[in-house]
């Protein structure tokens, strides 16, 4: 197995988001979406207008928000991915203008059906262990069993409690498109850059590894 991506979420300052760059992370995450990690397009724009565009993509998360306000921010941010974490519908999946990352969690296990409805709709399922009235970055590991049973069918983004301990295990045993760190690189809620490169270097050691 190669080529496992990396994308931290829940990026809060400009600071952050450069060490989540000279980590080696693939994609950045921002989320738009009511959370304690929540931050607003114009800051997004800002930090990212700073950055070299290259080595990285950046990721819109958000939570049940009409398509046309998601494409909206996707084109003031210049966002190459958008992460819909809340109930949207094939349909609406359909209607954003940026790789839609479709995000389930693991308790919900899609049928062949219902995974047919979404394919080609989204080019990502993001697999993880929602909480109520969490919109993820919970840090409760996910179901990795069921989670390896999806990554079967479709490309899947694991999420749920990952951090740099773990990260290895979880790539070998799943075999995903790519993992997705919030909390497991936090020290007291905020991103640690020390952190963040030591989950990148497990991942990619995995990768090597497999």
């Not at 304690?36 to 939570?63: C, I, K």
């Not at 840090?139 to 990554?151: I, N, S, V």
Request: proline fraction near 6%.
């Amino acid at each position: 197995m190669s080529g496992v991506r990396v994308k931290i979420c829940g990026l809060q300052g400009e600071d952050q988001t450069v060490a989540a760059v000279a980590s080696g992370a693939d994609l950045l995450g921002f989320v738009f979406a009511p959370s304690r990690r929540q931050v607003h397009p114009d800051r997004v724009r800002r930090w990212l207008q700073r950055l070299p565009r290259r080595g990285w993509e950046a990721v819109g998360v958000f939570v049940n928000l009409p398509p046309s306000e998601v494409n909206a921010i996707i084109r003031y941010c210049q966002l190459e991915w958008a992460q819909l974490s809340g109930q949207e519908t094939p349909e609406e999946c359909a209607s954003i203008e940026a790789p839609v990352i479709k995000a389930f969690p693991t308790a919900a296990l899609l049928t062949g059906k219902e995974i047919d409805a979404y394919r080609g709709r989204a080019r990502l399922f993001l697999m993880d262990a929602f909480s109520p009235g969490v919109g993820g970055g919970s840090g409760r590991l996910c179901d990795w069993t069921k989670a390896a049973e999806m990554a079967k069918s479709v490309p899947i983004l694991l999420a749920g409690g990952l951090n740099p301990d773990n990260v290895s295990n979880a790539i070998t045993f799943v075999r995903p498109w790519g993992v997705d760190v919030s909390s497991g690189v936090e020290v007291r809620g905020v991103k640690d850059a020390a952190l963040m490169r030591a989950f990148v270097a497990a991942a990619r050691q995995a990768t090597v590894e497999s």
